[in-house]
């Protein structure tokens, strides 16, 4: 069962990792080819482009030279100096024109129209087989003011390329389809421009310059003006329309990027036409491209299964064999669930899981050995479970007899014995009932109460004790017998030489973390040199150095408090200067649990 779950596991993951690598490979494969399509397509179109480009400047400077032709023309030249006042002779210069214009649309198939005004309003055109004149300055005004006429003759002599818009031209061409080649003029006697050039060409004249490079219907071609406007396109519906959003992508002079446009994504392959201020445009679908890749596509999903059903196969036979030692491993525990103590594995692998044998082989092992020591260990503890029970008879006994004795000193009236022998008895007590090493601080103060009782009744009962503890503190745990050492040690070496007469007091209060007991008495003092002794000896005080010692004191209670609590606590010791001793005990405070 086990067995069987982790071989799905393996199985699954193996595969699922599988089935990741080759679909984010296949991907990564697929976007790579498309990418290189683009570049492809990218590289031819800006190829043609170069081509196409030269067509282009072919053209234009081909309408350049028709505008010089034109404005070498006596007649024109006459037109633009001053207004004639004889009217045969306005006739015969119009007349003049009008041969001039006819013959240059005639010659040249791509002219629609050509206008000429003046700057005093005057204007004549010739446009589908019609001649348009304007004598007055009715018009005047529009041509002043209009931005057309500015920028022909802020750029005079060069031409200015437009789409045509109708309402720059008062009268003739109503065409949609028309760019127009605007240019000041002024005749030879003149010093500045003095009115501008007009001629309109058919769009579909530069469209046939540029459509031999469409390879499909789906895609388009198209020229834009420095301001985003379409001048001249494939597909004539877009001619006119406004692309300016496409302006800030142009930042070289050729390139390509991914836009969305009619639904789908297209790449927009870009080509600078030189210092034209044109920029000429191919949309390129790109489910064109991935039209061409479709084979490779198939071929990439039958490589794709392939692969998978060999990685699964593969993750089959590795799974299979990794779990054959596991599963030897696992019967071995069920075996040794069952109680089969000692059991051992064989053929361990070179690997992880060998070492999981031997650590098996270990385990079982020590695990025979532990139930057979367990079960030494199981008779000794009977036996010494009766030895207790054996032993608790002489502490009865020992509780029984001090009794006895308390109620005969009781019955002669010896009040010192009686208070001794049931202080003692108090004393004794808690040490029999409860072993524990870690006691309240009220049992201490209890304890240590009785053993002053004692060894007061002792001296003559010269020596009065004081004690003040916070009630809150008298439920923190603290180590057992800190108390009577110091006590022990005020009464015999602080006040022996008082003849066993004055105080002691005990005083206990928290300061932050810790825990500072004062045992204080008024006895003779410690002298400087004995005292330099004891500080030295509790700055080095060690464990053995306690254990060479005799019986329990001063360093003793020093040492036990470093090892509950730490290096910074324990016990000090100075002498007050009105006479005297005082202990510090420096505890932890450990909050009753």
Known sequence: MIKSRLQNQFLFAF????????????????????????????????????????SIRSFRDEVNRLSQYILTDA????????????QVEEIHIANGIRDKLSDSIGINKYVKSIFIYS???RALGYSDNKFYTVPDSVERDWLLSSDIYQMAKSSFPDLIWEGVDQSTIPFGDNQRNLISAYRGIKSYYQSSVSGMLVINVTEQTLADIYTGAV????????????????ISASAKDLVGTNKSAYIPKFEKKSGSFIMHSEGEDKQLVYYALGDTGWTLCREVPVSTMERDIVSLRTVLFYVFILCLLVSTLLAFYITRKLLKPLTALVKGMRSLEKGQLGVTLE???????GLLFTQFNQMSVSLEHLMEHNRVVENQKRQAELNVLQAQIHPHFLYNTLNAIKWMAVAVKADNIMQSITALGNMIRPIFSDS????????????ASNYFTLMNNRYGE?????????????????????????????????????????????????????IVIHVEDNGRGIEEKELVGIQTLLATATDEKQRSGSGIGLLNVHIRLRLYYGETYGLQIERRETGGTLVTLR???????
């Open 15 to 54: 595969v699922l990792l599988s089935f990741l690598t080759l679909l984010i490979g296949s991907y990564l494969l697929y976007i790579r080819i498309l990418s290189m399509l683009q570049d492809k397509t990218e590289q031819a179109s800006v190829q043609s482009f170069q081509l196409v480009e030269q």
């Open 75 to 86: 007649n024109v030249q006459s037109f633009l100096e001053r207004p004639l006042s004889n």
């Open 119 to 121: 700057k005093d309003g």
């Open 215 to 230: 390879n499909s219907k789906d895609e388009n071609i198209y020229i834009l003006d420095p301001t985003g406007r379409t």
């Open 347 to 353: 053929r361990q692998p070179p690997n992880e899981i």
């Open 436 to 447: 524990s090493p870690i006691i309240t601080l009220k049992e201490e103060l209890d304890y």
């Open 462 to 514: 010269g020596v009065t004790l004081e004690i003040q503890v916070p009630d809150e503190l008298n439920s923190v745990p603290i180590p057992r017998l800190l108390l009577q050492p110091v006590i022990e040690n005020g009464l015999i070496h602080g006040l022996e030489s008082n003849n066993y007469r004055g105080h002691m007091r005990i005083e206990a209060f928290r300061a932050g973390d810790q």
């Open 587 to 593: 505890l932890g405070f450990v909050p009753k649990s």
